[in-house]
């Protein structure tokens, strides 16, 4: 493995890759430190260390701990990254439902170029949900915010004042300059899918989260270490909690890596005086077909509402009601988010997976299962088979979205801790990793067939004339990389010394 890094660092095109994709993570990294204009800075540092000094004012609900996530702290922060790229997936997942039933969206997915329009129409939802979430985001700025759970009496306490002047330009430019960072972010995970490495969107997320690992780390170490309440016993459950970490991640892989293959096997044609087909081959069948959409897809149905209600009706007895239910703390919660899993586990495989056409692409192409009928019982056979496996995926589903709240509640971990033991943000980590993995395999292996251990060929190869247009083109990059390192060690060297 260790020389698999070192070789895609070896092939131009896929070093370009990687440290353009690094680049625009330096530049997401550094949106989510940015405060909004008209928020005092000074008080959100203030806020963010008496969110460390007290880990119960920085614990939250449901809501707090996963827009937080998303947001990789930019919510904390009150950054101008803070709404992160989570508008534009809730426009994406409302898409995706309104093609499924609404036939002249799926027609129109199905068209040469309607694909586009769709495209097109999730932009503009993006937008439209920005401007109401960056609305409920700067009016939580000044007030009740149910996802920065504390800030209102930690200021009443300390009698401090986070916006200075909240009047309508106040809330005018917030909303605008959280919309705008939505759609730069939106723009950077596109530029990451063409030009960089990986999906770019899965990796913002994935980075916004492994940007909160350290300090997870650091609170259990004081929690279990050398906190007030450290013994033998604490040790011992955090070698037991990253035992389970590990037993959770290697679950997980095998889980998502696991299918079941369907022997196909190809009818002998001829063609001419040539005899083709006779092969066997094989259809893999994902047991985790749907991936993590299905969390995501319940959460975010269950906690918008919740968020509405702690925004907009926090004054009503029955706003607090609703809020207080879906914070994770009935057992109802628990109940309906499992249902949901299941039912959007099956829904996406329905959306997804056609096994009529699946059927009708291997009868034309002379393609049978062994002991099933072509045409409507290979139809049968492959709904029947794939029911199954969803039901397995669906179950694995619901008992990794309990983890994080079964470890709160028996080993009092907080959420921002335990978020890393399942959950959403686990399966999305090495869903992402693993595609990552994929795609610098499929490179490497790639230039292995074309003379990739022989260095002399590689490097005659990028050095011809037809090739000059292309390195300068890449030289066109080494200004934004000196930038952005100057950017990165001044950002330490500032935090070191303010540390002091």
């Avoid at 020389?3 to 990294?29: G, W, Y």
């Avoid at 509402?305 to 879906?326: C, E």
């Avoid at 083109?473 to 060297?493: F, Q």
Wanted: proline share 4%.
């Amino acid at each position: 493995m260790i020389s698999a890094f070192a070789n895609s660092l070896k092939i131009p095109d896929l070093r370009k890759r990687i440290f353009f994709t690094l680049v625009m993570i330096v530049v997401v990294r550094i949106g989510t430190m940015i405060t909004l204009p008209g928020v005092d800075p000074t008080v959100v540092q203030n806020w963010l260390q008496h969110v460390q000094d007290n880990s119960k004012a920085g614990a939250g609900g449901g809501i707090a701990a996963l827009l937080n996530v998303f947001s990789g702290g930019g919510i904390n922060n009150c950054a101008i990254f803070a709404l992160g790229i989570m508008p534009y997936i809730s426009a994406s997942i409302m898409m995706q439902l309104l093609t499924a039933v609404v036939p002249k969206l799926s027609r129109m997915a199905r068209e040469e170029g309607g694909r586009q329009k769709v495209n097109q129409f999730t932009r503009y939802a993006s937008i439209g949900l920005c401007i109401l979430q960056g609305y409920l985001m700067a009016k939580g700025l000044v007030g009740t915010n149910p996802v920065m759970p504390g800030l209102e009496a930690y200021l009443l306490k300390t009698n401090q004042v986070l916006v200075q002047r909240p009047d309508f330009w106040f809330f005018f430019v917030a909303v605008l300059t959280m919309t705008t960072s939505t759609m730069l972010l939106m723009w950077l995970g596109e530029q990451i899918t063409e030009r960089g490495i990986g999906n770019g969107v899965s990796l913002i997320i994935s980075v916004n989260i492994v940007a909160d690992l350290p300090g997870a780390l650091v609170q259990v170490w004081n929690q279990y270490i050398t906190g007030s309440l450290a013994d033998p016993m604490k040790a011992i459950w955090l070698v037991l909690l990253l035992l389970m970490m590990l037993l959770v991640i290697a679950g997980i892989i095998a889980i998502t890596q696991a299918a079941r293959r369907i022997s196909i096997q190809y009818a002998k044609r001829q063609i001419g005086r040539k005899m083709v087909g006779g092969q066997s081959t094989h259809l893999p069948l994902k047991i985790n077909y749907s991936g993590v959409m299905p969390i995501i897809f319940a959460q975010a149905i269950i906690l918008f509402p919740s968020y509405l209600a702690g925004s907009l009706f926090a004054k009503y007895s029955w706003g607090q009601s609703l809020q207080s239910f879906i914070q994770n703390d009935h057992a109802w919660y628990y109940i309906i988010d499992g249902l949901l899993i299941f039912f959007f586990s099956y829904f996406w495989v329905a959306t997804m997976f056609q096994p009529t056409q699946i059927s009708e692409d291997l009868k034309k192409n002379g393609g049978y299962i062994p002991g099933v009928r072509p045409g409507k019982p290979t139809a049968d056979f492959l709904d029947y088979t794939m029911s199954r496996l969803t039901f397995a995926g669906a179950i694995f589903l619901v008992l990794i979205a309990t983890v994080p709240t079964l470890l709160g509640l028996l080993m009092n971990v907080q959420k921002n801790v335990s978020q890393f033991f399942g959950g959403t943000s686990i399966l999305i980590l090495v869903g992402v990793l693993l595609d990552l993995m994929r795609q610098v395999e499929t490179h490497l292996i790639q230039r292995n067939y074309d003379g990739f251990l022989r260095k002399g060929k590689i490097r005659g190869r990028f050095d011809r004339p037809g090739t000059v247009s292309s390195t300068n083109a890449g030289g066109s990059l080494v200004w934004l990389y000196v930038v952005m390192a100057v950017i990165v060690i001044g950002a330490v060297a500032w935090r070191i010394k303010t540390a002091h």
